[in-house]
């Protein structure tokens, strides 16, 4: 198989297969209209430009459409660009689909699910536990398809189901370290934390906002649907306010978007476990595409910093 | 009939009843147990000290109890205080009665749910009227008893209702200056947008944060009570989804407790108007309080500012 | 009469005349210069690039010329741009005149003007009154004419009126809203705030900062003129003094130019109607030029929000 | 001569004259009233108890009224406190006048006077030395007699010149270093910058803010002079302006109060200048409280820092 | 044994032996001296009245003195306060010595070794062994005996090691759950990171700040004493600035006191784990005050939270 | 001589030598490669485009080659480019050498070390003198030729010894100004405090950061030598710990690189001239820029302000 786009080197040529992620038109200083690509495969994405585009062009290469190309990769303000010679629309016969394109997480559905069903199974208390099975019950396809993130981190197919087994992992360790956490409460905060996000995005691989998400956000979607599960199940008390409370203090502060802060022991850790998460999943992609002795780009999550990968941290 | 506790002087004697709102226990330098209370009536309060308090006295004077008490208006710190010579609990010959002792409202009951129903009775989207109809039902005692806040402003019997009919006013006349403002949404924005406070506060006399109050707050509970009751009169389509983004940004930043800042026309001004509302209920009765030339005491709620009332404002 | 240039398509061809703002020279990647334009007509403003330039060319397309231009609209970074064909001078015999492409007040002159008038008349503090009438008799061809901020809000002719008279209409509602507030002090304040615009500015059609407006600023600068006027006409008192407080407050705070907060009640509301009515302007017409079901442009003045405008809030 | 206030120590005994800053009303805990007092002289002040105080004590223990006392001084939260077992008014003939329980600044007022007209000497632009001279020549009394600030630094008799002739040399210095700097401009600045105190403050001796100098503050009133007295003058030009800038900026950023930030060089410099005297005064009079290996007490004006005082810093 | 001081409630009488961590003169209204202690046992600390306190008892009631009290527990603004009826100096013959009174790591110094040890025997590269085997053996008195901070967390002694030690299960379970992190850097930067309290507080009973602890700080202090341990173990390369870095950046930012933010993973994760392992030693502390149903007192170090601790938490 | 490339106007020809500060390739829209190189001389510096560029071009005209250009000054973005028409290496028989491109202090090497060794020698604490001398005597080749900074101030030859010169300069005016400052500690903290440099960057001539330079920085570095070299003269005592005081706080604020605040009078001061000096420095320059009446560019490090060079300011 072929090296991924983002192996390529300027001067190569380049020939074969990549998806469309947008397109825009623009007009040349010598008048002529050419076409702006941004396309993509497992490996990144790159810019692509199709000069002297003509009108069946444009009507050709759209979004979501796979192309075969031929061209040679150039740089424009440092960055590497795709400069195309001759592209056509791929066919039935090329035997490439849609999910070859895609990035996914590093582990299987099958085995992301069964890590969830393990952690539910080990819950004693039976009303968090049985407010959670609902939950991944019903939305079992979306928790194990959607992103955690439009950008930054987890931001592929099946990365929400990915980073929620990062984070019950995280649990159960700080569960050990610190007996005194609520494990039902922790755990049933992880799984259900980001599920808001079926509905604030738009679908599993090329996600955008919903409406719903934009003007309501997940977190008080959630916690809206927490309650209404918890009507539908019969189920009273104080672990259906604790764990509305959970959902809706995950980021910490209000201006990240929380409207109360954590005020229970779990609600703070299950930030703080969120926190590293994160964090872990976007050093650790950053820094692969670095050599020992490099710095990372500015990680605008990360507060704009760079990070440095020593030259003595390669595997021993 | 009496003046008020406020009206009060140092160096007054004082010979009436008045509710405790709170009672502390302390010990004096000579060893001996006194009471400190915080007692009230529709004027104001004052801090008032029983010396030599005995056990018995400990086991009566409680909050919420009327008391008639004997005393002297003496200084501290700055501040009157009510030095207690003696006290007994009201009894019922006394004729007097909690109400008495609760600031109120200026506005009758009546005539506030009569402005309220008025403004629903404009609205021309079924939808929303409807929504916002079923509210003022279901909750019309609590909405024309509840304070609107704990302290600062409106924090008075029938202060929510006020406060919900002076911002109507307020709309009304901005929908009349800016055509494009879409009434129906912004009158129903301002009926429900406080209301979650029936479930944030403990009650309308003195009230205390619940529990729910505290970890969830009034914002996300009432986005999801418009979505339950949405779904109950089988209403759907975007004007649930803005009524409830209305609700979520009234507080205008994340900082403030919005987890969504306004995002559309009618959001931006329900906050704007809240805030007007809010400051000159608080502005016209710190102001009232003191006399031409003098300024106001610091307003914590405004930014820790002190006011100064000009000498050539008095009503013409 | 033609369309506005605001309302042309990419791909559409383009003929007629337009208002050169700003004029800038380059040098295209083949060695040959160009001049970049920024042109427009009462609807707006586009970009447009003169290709192969000449010296008379960089000669002729000068700030403030109407020229009559043919050429067809492209894209350029998502923004439409004019490209030109051929251009040529307005002649007297074209019958275009300036004004038919400066953007202007929906309200006349006359109707701003008079509705200034009548709230002056009606005020009754006659030291109030005397100082307003000066100015506004002063200052009146200026007033009438300057736009209210060289961009964001009201940045059209007449601009500054129109913004003066929209908050007259907001102080006359919250006058009869909150009767405490003294409505000579809050008119006057409302009518003199941005006065000291026609020092800051450079004139009415295409403002710039003067040297004065950059190093001091209109807030100080029509404090200062308060002061003379009120020596000019014998006026002393607490109504000289409270008027230039809400003059030097009326940004709200020491980071948006305001060296005082506001201190009294008018003040505080002066500053809230500003706030109001400059908001409304910008929404009103950022929405104006959306469909419903969309998004707005990021308004920076607005925190860098987009706003939605919903799809059932079409005028009924 | 008695050693001053400030160097007694808790235990002994105290017999002399000090002047009453303030004094206020309260209510012991037996009932009694008594009266607490500010008192002090050069040295410093302290707080005083009066108990068991008469109608008679009230009325005769007033403000700015000097008093013979007899006492000890006791401790009270760490602080010291003078307990008064007698006190009697004092006579013509015991001697004492206000102006010996006034700190007053290290320099006479006639050397001061001397400084700051050498330095107007020195200008040689008319404009600038002659609005300067008017300014000097019209306030001197004021300007030889107030406190640059009513605490923190040069809060004492002839404050404000003692604060001008401190900068006026580090100007001097600064002129020398970086010639570039316009000597006229800067020694102007320097000279007027804190005038507008004259009114924002009501007198030299116990200053407290006038009504002007809260709603307008010195900054405005100032600037607004300095334009009047150009107009008296017949002084046109950018050397008004310019003057006027450095006014209005010289606290440097709109948070601290001045509506533009120095937007010239000398104006940058006076900020500087301004800033460093003030805290070179606070430094130096705090240092000289405490022991070498000692820390000052948290002083607010400076971030709320301790100060260390090293061993060996002592003079040569 | 007797209840610790922090289980007696208002009312109760006390008798037993409490150590002095405090003591302080002051005046009462009746004039006579009294003293006011900080007494403490391994439970928690209680303030202490000493009324009429004699020239003796001032001499004898100091600091780091062990004491015997009899008297009752009273309330003063809400908080216990012991009323002192009689008290005597601890004798030879009592039996109680000082380590009975100070809180402990409620893990053994010889646990607390091993677990150290064992990390250290577990790194892989040389370097990073050496040097932090070194510091090791040289302060292992310091480290096994100092708290790890003077308030907030771990604040007792052998805080600093227990602090260390459940880092490092921390740092063991992220290596696992993410093998890209290089566990001989995370591992020594846990052992090391705050081993400059050594030299930043006074000693491990009641610490206070040394000099150089206020004017330098632990951080830099430590990143300098690595820097000259490697030139003395003759250790040159990148592992020696990696570890400096870790040190230099464990606060996360500027204003938290690290003059460089975490640039390697590692430095990232170490900022982490200590502030997930500080946050749960206070959480742990303060929730275990508190019955189930019931918030703890706002919480300086979280942000001034109060943590509430669900009915439903108790460990089954 | 030619005028430097700073002083050419767009239109103008150039004939001359430059030095190549960076060189980067980039592919034109009409596919050919071009070189974009920034080139200088003493007086600035300027971009160049290449166009068409050959291999052969690309491996010759890296960074610090010294080239002979022809072409033309053209603008791009408002900015003057040099469109390069030939060029060539420059040959030895040209005559030409490095220094002759590179920016200098305007004072020469000598007189700045005459300077330093004047201050150092009016110094009377044994143990600061000796410290100071020693880095001096160890250091002078870098501390003559490093700038004191990459970019905004003093990035030139030398800028490192002439930045502190002009602030020993400053040092000695306050000293003289204000007594009771330690003139040997002010003195020894100004030569050293930005010694560090040395370490943190890679040169004299076109320094970047080092890795130690970005991970730990010049601050703590420096720091961390005083100490060493106090040890290695057997220095002991305060002065050290001062001295390392002085280094660590220099930058005021933990936002700003300093992880102490000043907390000595002398560190206060050193800040605050480090400010100054820093400041002129660059409003000098950029002032130079302008023409009398006009504003300099926005100004990144002086909060983005642009600054005004006043008619009237032209030296006398």
Known sequence: MNPGISQYAVGDSFDGFLLIKSATKGTASNGKPFLTLIVKDQSGEIEAK????TKEDEATYLPDQIVKFHGEITQFRNKPQ???FNARLAQPTD???LDDFL???PVSREDLMESITERIFEMSNPNLQRITRHFVSNYQEGLLTYPAAVKNHH???SGLAHHVVSMLNLAKSLVDLYPDLNKDLLYAGVILHDLGKLRELSGPATPSYTLEGQLLGHIPMMMDEIGAVAKELGIEGEEVTMLQHMILSHHGKGEWGSPKPPLI?????LHQIDNIDAKMNMLNRA???VQPGEFTDRMFAMDNRRFYKPLFT???
């Open 50 to 53: 199709l000069w002297d585009a």
């Open 82 to 84: 795709l400069k195309i």
């Open 95 to 97: 035997g490439v689909k």
């Open 103 to 105: 990035e996914k997480a």
């Open 155 to 157: 931001e592929y197919v």
């Open 265 to 269: 022991r779990e609600a703070e850790i």
């Open 287 to 289: 820094l692969e595409k």
């Open 314 to 316: 390669e595997p021993s």
